[in-house]
């Protein structure tokens, strides 16, 4: 058949409209009412005045520190026999100790804790734990091994041009799956925390003398702990000193207070410091922003609305959430879609990264796999703004965040995941493997086929240290 070109003058001719919205796996609009949630209804705070609720002094003060209070907040709603399964989980899994202000426990469904999603993730229950599996075997206190990239004490440089600046190790509220068990909080029965060894102020000096002669950092995260519990003085001129540093173009603060405790940000002292700040960087040409972590839509209410806005008027490039990834809370891409729209919707708060929950001890009944993550990021594309797709990440010991499709190779059997890098960082700078070795990431056992698991079994029977060195020895990674 001869071909016969169109000419180019030749207008389309009528085209009827075909698409309409369909039946979607997930309801758009959100039918989730966006209201403060009404603190009376809980017995502990029936009395509690629109002021009082309103204060960041009453937060702090009646802060849940204990099962005692969390129950005399909750009354009847915390039956007795959830009471003893947390009880035993403080006894005998808890990586952190009990810190819930009362705006979160006023976000829980008390008709149903024991489902509720930020019940599960901030005040655990034994019974919800992994029972052969409660800590992978190869887990670790500090598994992103930051202090082992500690410039100085607290300053973690394992990125070419951003560092991370612990300045604090507390926080207005304890997530029990802190990636920074080792450090921040109060000892457990489990766990007794690093303790930061040189004063305060001498650290951060010391930070501030690193970043003045390293020019190569151009980025620097300030963080902690949480930086709602630095007095705002002092964080002000902490982020007014890094202002000051000619090669500083980025500062990112991060906060899970600004969901934990909005009431903090709304007091005049605090929005005072933010205008001082956001308008000082601006001045400078430097991109400020505010880091938080959210992990359930329930949790973003009006007061984190304010809250949000607040750092935005004050000159703040952005409001970006940081989630984690954590079975029984938001580990179905509905869920997560959710949260996403709240956030943005309604927060004003842009989702930004849902990471894997990290390979710390007693986490396992949390985490997910590679396989299931690449899934929920899958699940979330089409429905949100590209710019506002959360991206899913795996933060590789040794190598640092990438996106879950990134990794090299992925045994689903045994579940070991194998990831490159493209940058040395300080404690490898003469490593002439350091970007051609293959990492290794692993997958909650649990999750696995049973060939896996008795494969894990075995190995964990003969010992660790052959394993370690047996995967080494097939695949090149470091032991």
Same mark, same amino acid.
Request: glycine share 6%; net charge negative.
């Given at each position: 058949?001869?071909?016969?070109?169109?000419?180019?003058?030749?207008?389309?001719?009528? *085209?009827?409209?075909?698409?309409?919205?369909?039946?979607?796996?997930?309801?758009?609009?959100?039918? *989730?009412?966006?209201?403060?949630? =009404?603190?009376?209804?809980?017995?502990?705070?029936?009395? +509690?005045?629109?002021e009082?609720?309103?204060?960041a002094?009453?937060?702090?003060?009646?802060?849940?520190? @204990?099962?005692?209070?969390?129950?005399?907040?909750?009354?009847?709603?915390?039956?007795?026999?959830?009471?003893?399964?947390? %009880?035993?989980?403080?006894?005998?899994?808890?990586?952190? #100790?009990?810190?819930?202000?009362?705006?979160?426990?006023?976000?829980?469904?008390?008709?149903?804790?024991?489902t509720?999603? +930020?019940?599960?993730?901030?005040?655990?229950?034994?019974?919800?734990?992994?029972?052969?599996?409660? #800590?992978?075997?190869?887990?670790?206190?500090?598994?992103?091994?930051?202090? =082992?990239?500690?410039?100085?004490?607290?300053?973690?440089?394992?990125?070419?041009?951003?560092?991370?600046?612990?300045?604090?190790?507390?926080?207005?509220?304890? /997530?029990?799956? /802190?990636?920074?068990?080792?450090?921040?909080?109060?000892?457990?029965?489990?766990?007794?925390?690093?303790?930061?060894?040189?004063?305060? @102020?001498?650290?951060?000096?010391?930070?501030?003398?690193?970043?003045?002669?390293?020019?190569?950092?151009?980025?620097?995260?300030?963080?902690?702990?949480?930086?709602?519990?630095?007095?705002?003085?002092?964080? %002000? %001129?902490?982020?007014?000193?890094?202002?000051?540093?000619? @090669?500083v173009?980025?500062?990112?603060?991060?906060?899970?207070?600004?969901?934990?405790?909005p009431?903090?940000?709304?007091?005049?002292?605090?929005?005072?410091?933010?205008?001082?700040?956001?308008? *000082?960087?601006?001045?400078?040409?430097?991109?400020?922003?505010?880091?938080t $972590?959210?992990?359930?839509?329930?949790?973003?209410?009006?007061?984190?609305?304010?809250?949000?806005?607040?750092?935005?008027?004050?000159?703040?490039?952005? &409001?970006? @959430?940081?989630? &984690?990834?954590?079975?029984?809370?938001?580990?179905?891409?509905? =869920?997560?879609?959710?949260? /996403?729209?709240?956030?943005?919707?309604?927060?004003?708060?842009?989702?930004?990264?849902?990471?894997?929950? =990290?390979?710390?001890?007693?986490?396992? $009944?949390?985490?997910?796999?590679?396989a299931?993550?690449?899934?929920?990021?899958?699940?979330?594309?089409?429905?949100?703004?590209?710019?506002?797709?959360?991206?899913?990440? /795996?933060?590789?010991?040794?190598?640092?965040? *990438?996106?879950?499709?990134?990794?090299?190779?992925?045994?689903?059997?045994?579940? &070991?995941?194998?990831?490159?890098?493209?940058?040395r960082?300080?404690?490898?700078?003469?490593?002439?493997?350091?970007l051609?070795?293959?990492?290794?990431?692993?997958?909650?056992?649990?999750?696995?086929?049973?060939?896996?698991?008795?494969?894990?079994r075995?190995?964990?029977?003969?010992?660790?240290?052959?394993?370690?060195?047996?995967?080494?020895?097939?695949?090149?990674?470091?032991?």
């Amino acid at each position: 058949m001869e071909f016969t070109p169109q000419p180019a003058a030749v207008r389309p001719g009528h *085209r009827d409209a075909h698409a309409h919205a369909a039946d979607q796996p997930f309801t758009y609009p959100l039918q *989730r009412e966006f209201v403060e949630p =009404d603190w009376t209804r809980l017995p502990g705070y029936r009395d +509690v005045t629109d002021e009082q609720w309103g204060s960041a002094q009453w937060q702090r003060a009646h802060t849940v520190k @204990n099962l005692k209070e969390f129950k005399a907040a909750l009354g009847d709603h915390l039956d007795d026999e959830l009471y003893a399964d947390i %009880e035993r989980d403080q006894q005998e899994r808890a990586t952190m #100790s009990m810190l819930l202000p009362p705006q979160m426990i006023n976000t829980m469904r008390e008709e149903d804790l024991r489902t509720d999603a +930020v019940r599960r993730y901030m005040a655990p229950a034994f019974s919800e734990r992994e029972t052969e599996w409660p #800590s992978h075997p190869l887990s670790s206190r500090d598994s992103l091994h930051e202090a =082992d990239m500690w410039a100085v004490e607290g300053l973690t440089h394992r990125y070419p041009t951003k560092v991370l600046a612990e300045l604090i190790p507390t926080c207005p509220q304890y /997530c029990g799956h /802190c990636t920074r068990m080792d450090l921040v909080g109060n000892d457990t029965l489990q766990v007794l925390k690093y303790k930061f060894e040189t004063k305060q @102020n001498e650290r951060w000096d010391q930070m501030l003398d690193y970043l003045r002669r390293t020019p190569q950092v151009r980025d620097v995260v300030v963080s902690g702990g949480d930086m709602a519990n630095v007095p705002v003085k002092r964080l %002000e %001129e902490f982020i007014m000193s890094l202002l000051d540093i000619e @090669n500083v173009r980025d500062i990112r603060i991060a906060t899970k207070g600004l969901m934990g405790i909005p009431q903090h940000f709304l007091q005049d002292d605090v929005r005072a410091a933010f205008e001082r700040m956001g308008s *000082r960087a601006q001045e400078r040409g430097v991109d400020i922003a505010l880091h938080t $972590h959210v992990n359930a839509a329930q949790s973003v209410t009006p007061l984190v609305r304010r809250a949000a806005e607040m750092v935005l008027d004050s000159g703040f490039r952005d &409001v970006r @959430n940081q989630g &984690v990834l954590l079975r029984g809370v938001n580990t179905t891409v509905n =869920d997560l879609l959710e949260l /996403c729209f709240t956030l943005l919707d309604h927060g004003k708060i842009m989702p930004y990264y849902f990471y894997m929950c =990290d390979m710390i001890p007693n986490a396992e $009944h949390w985490r997910t796999s590679l396989a299931e993550t690449q899934a929920l990021q899958f699940g979330l594309l089409g429905y949100m703004p590209g710019f506002a797709t959360p991206r899913m990440v /795996c933060d590789v010991p040794f190598v640092g965040k *990438r996106w879950v499709h990134m990794n090299e190779d992925y045994d689903r059997v045994r579940g &070991v995941s194998y990831w490159t890098k493209n940058y040395r960082t300080g404690i490898e700078y003469d490593d002439p493997d350091a970007l051609t070795r293959r990492y290794h990431y692993y997958d909650p056992i649990s999750t696995l086929p049973e060939e896996g698991q008795e494969w894990w079994r075995a190995k964990v029977r003969e010992g660790l240290d052959d394993l370690l060195a047996e995967l080494a020895a097939e695949q090149g990674v470091p032991v």
